[in-house]
């Protein structure tokens, strides 16, 4: 059975393929291991440590990831494994977990940056005016 699932965060979009397997977790067809920065890493593999590892050896899971940081790039994969995970076993024990630890394992952050508008540096903040 494959069960595919994806992931965003600002513009992070992560898409996950959840396979049989014997736990091989490849990010853009190189393993999790090696990932950089390890934080980046280590948020990748949380919804392995809430869930049994015995989980992740009985699956393999293949994510593409493209665009945003590193840092968005590990939220957008953390969450398509999480959804990948829970489709796949189709376990609500599972998903509450999830929830409980933390509810973006399960929902997309839908926050973006605001675009930068006319009349200043930035979105918001304008351009410093002199009188004298």
């Known amino acids: 059975m494959v069960t595919n699932t994806s992931g965003k965060k600002k513009t992070a979009i992560a898409r996950a393929t959840v396979s049989d397997g014997e736990g091989r977790v490849r990010i853009n067809s190189q393993p999790v291991e090696l990932v950089e920065p390890e934080m980046a890493q280590l948020k990748m593999l949380e919804?392995?440590?809430i869930?049994?590892?015995?989980?992740?050896?009985?699956v393999d899971i293949d994510v593409t990831v493209e665009g945003g940081g590193f840092s968005g790039q590990a939220d957008a994969v953390r969450t398509a494994l999480a959804r990948g995970l829970v489709q796949h076993h189709n376990d609500a024990e599972l998903r509450e977990a999830y929830r409980e630890f933390d509810r973006s394992l399960l929902v997309n952050d839908v926050r973006q940056s605001e675009k930068k508008k006319w009349g200043g540096p930035g979105a918001r903040a304008r351009y410093q005016k002199s009188y004298r």
Do not use: T
């Open 47 to 49: 919804p392995f440590r």
């Open 51 to 58: 869930a049994d590892d015995e989980l992740r050896d009985s």
